[in-house]
């Protein structure tokens, strides 16, 4: 099938060259003339596992990179809407998807033949039928249904793992707004045998992606506030606990050797420094907002934004049971994306905590495995030197802070041991082991 992809960040760009691989031709497009210049000499703009040698083997090939999206359009038979959807303050924010599909709507007018328009970008339920729809009705003064289809297809990949999920996905999800959208979309997928689908309308498949986003929030905020109680308690240590939360029957399968098998949702309920990242705070807010137009009070999920908002104040209450005072206090952050294995910092956990710090006056130093780039250009002109070795950042430092669960930080037990005086670790995320440390702070310890 002939495809274009209209947006090359995270979803865009894993979506073109995984589909590329999957035999399609796909034409990738965006409006920043940088990326789609490094996409073309086969350097991804986004650190992501497997994707530069997937990109070079294909670019082209059968993946091309424009920024002309009305040739895009007219030369392929689907076009996926793959463009950012933040929220901004108070409402989710369509301006790319409004400006994409009046562009994409312009050039159906000029198509012959029936074309395919899908939305893959998170969108409130109704966006597709209430907004998309009626500019590309608009813009290409033909009828949706007769002349083209409409389709909302919503991602479900990881950052960090996204390659790997786009191949080998849990779930597709084919909303359409006829028979004829969902068989396009169907041949779209077709060689993903073997992988549960839903065949739905497109205000249906918008509500699956945000409830299973917000299910995962729930569940990060519900072990946030038990760690917290826990800690406010005392005696109580939330690993033992959610230990003992995930041994139920109805969080694990035993299996004929014995053993516990876990299926991937107990890895949300851990508690840490809080969610972040560009999909779970963005989409519960604007789930939520969605819902107070709709006249609902959405308390549930208000209180999960809030517990998550509170979360990486935490750390800084932890590191005061040591030092009454912050100022000048030598203080180590580690990890600065929101996740392992991927350089996004977008609502990052690293961000509110060092900006408390430095209000308070710590002397700060920084290190992440991939993000370092992207936190020299967010803490420019702060007093926040990052740096470009583990070893190098804990050197001189009082206290060390773990934010992001990096396997590289594993190795923070052997870089510490035997210092004098022994710097304070506070572990935001619970994952060394506190035997390890003569000065040990953990969440919800
Ligand atoms: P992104 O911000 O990384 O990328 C969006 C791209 O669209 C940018 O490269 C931008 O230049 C381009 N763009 C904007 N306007 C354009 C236009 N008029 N023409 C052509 N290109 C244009 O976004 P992302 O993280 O890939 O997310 C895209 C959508 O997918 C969002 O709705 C997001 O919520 C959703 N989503 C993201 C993830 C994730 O893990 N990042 C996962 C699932 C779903």
Not at 3 to 15: M, P
Not at 77 to 89: Q, R
Not at 190 to 212: L, W
Request: net charge neutral.
């Amino acid at each position: 099938m002939k495809v274009s992809v209209i947006g090359t960040g995270y979803v865009g760009l894993v979506s073109g060259v995984c589909l590329a691989e999957k035999g399609h031709h796909v034409i990738c497009v965006d409006s920043d003339a940088g990326k789609v210049e490094r996409i073309g000499r086969g350097i991804p703009p986004i650190f992501e596992n497997g994707l530069q040698p997937l990109l070079r083997k294909h670019i082209g090939g059968a993946l091309q990179a424009t920024t002309d999206l009305r040739r895009a359009v007219l030369d392929t038979d689907l076009s996926l809407i793959a463009v950012g959807t933040p929220f901004d303050g108070s409402e989710i924010d369509l301006r790319f998807i409004r400006e994409v599909a009046r562009q994409i709507g312009e050039a159906l007018h000029q198509k012959k033949g029936y074309h395919l328009v899908v939305v893959k970008s998170t969108v409130v339920p109704g966006t597709t039928d209430e907004v998309v729809l009626p500019i590309l009705e608009q813009a290409s003064g033909k009828k949706a249904g007769p002349d083209f289809g409409v389709g909302m297809n919503p991602e479900f990949l990881t950052e960090g793992e996204a390659v790997g999920d786009f191949m080998y996905p849990d779930r597709i999800v084919l909303g359409g707004i006829d028979d004829k959208s969902i068989a396009k979309l169907e041949e779209l997928y077709s060689g993903f045998e073997g992988v549960d689908r839903i065949r739905t309308n497109p205000k249906t498949a918008e509500m699956i992606k945000y409830a299973s986003n917000s299910l995962l929030a729930t569940m990060i905020s519900f072990s946030n506030e038990i760690g917290n109680l826990g800690a406010a308690l005392g005696g109580i240590d939330v690993l033992d606990v959610m230990r003992g939360v995930h041994l139920s029957n109805y969080l694990s399968v035993r299996m004929n050797d014995g053993s516990r098998k876990n299926p991937g949702i107990v890895s949300f309920l851990a508690a840490g420094c809080g969610f972040g990242g560009s999909c779970l705070p963005k989409d519960v807010k604007a789930l939520v907002a969605h819902g107070h137009k709709a006249g609902l009070p959405m308390s549930l999920l208000n209180s999960v934004l809030q517990v998550n908002e509170h979360q990486p104040e935490r750390i800084i209450a932890l590191l005061k049971k040591h030092h009454a005072s912050l100022r000048g206090v030598r203080v180590a952050v580690l990890g600065l994306s929101f996740r392992p294995d991927t350089n996004d910092m977008r609502e990052s956990p690293a961000i509110p905590v060092l900006r408390s710090l430095a209000t308070e006056g710590a002397s700060l130093k920084a290190y992440d495995p991939a993000a370092r780039e992207e936190a020299r250009e967010i803490f420019r002109g702060d007093s926040v030197r990052i740096c470009d070795d583990l070893q190098e950042t804990i050197a001189d430092a009082d206290a060390i802070v773990l934010v992001t669960r990096w396997n590289e930080f594993q190795r923070v037990p052997d870089l510490v041991n035997g210092r004098t005086p022994p710097p304070l670790v506070v572990d935001g995320r619970r994952m060394l082991d506190k035997k390890n440390f003569v000065r040990y702070e953990g969440i919800g310890l």
